[in-house]
């Protein structure tokens, strides 16, 4: 069983960081790629970073690109999403989600597992 729990929300002004954390707390991860993504109020869920498997693969959107970075840490089960410069068009309830296979996708319904969700609130 794999249970996501995501942590390090909160409130920051513009310009500011964060970093999320995404703990699984049943099986391990190892052999799924991991995914962040965000939903703004009134708008669908989008992808924001993926990691695969081995943790030496990484995609952004374009949106992120420059600012946020993706990682993990397979002894701590642990993915974390490390945000920079945040804007207030960033804010989001921010998602971690596992996914069926190896390598990272875009496509939600790739996700199988997530978790409940973080909010971020940027503040201009």
């Known amino acids: 069983q794999v249970q996501l729990v995501e942590s390090g929300g909160g409130l920051v002004q513009a310009g500011g960081s964060l970093r999320l954390s995404c703990a699984n707390s049943?099986?391990?991860?190892?052999?799924?790629?991991m995914g962040w993504f965000r939903q703004a109020p009134g708008k669908e869920r989008e992808f924001v970073a993926g990691?695969?498997?081995?943790?030496?693969?990484?995609s952004y959107a374009d949106s992120v690109k420059g600012r946020f970075t993706i990682s993990g840490d397979s002894a701590k089960n642990t993915v974390y999403l490390q945000m920079n410069s945040l804007q207030p068009e960033d804010t989001a309830i921010y998602y971690c989600?596992?996914?069926?296979?190896?390598?990272?996708?875009?496509?939600?319904?790739?996700?199988?597992?997530w978790g409940q969700g973080t909010q971020v609130t940027v503040s201009s």
């Open positions: 989600a596992a996914s069926s296979g190896l390598y990272v996708t875009t496509t939600l319904r790739t996700y199988v597992y």
């Open positions: 049943g099986r391990t991860f190892s052999h799924r790629a």
């Open positions: 990691i695969n498997w081995k943790g030496d693969s990484t």
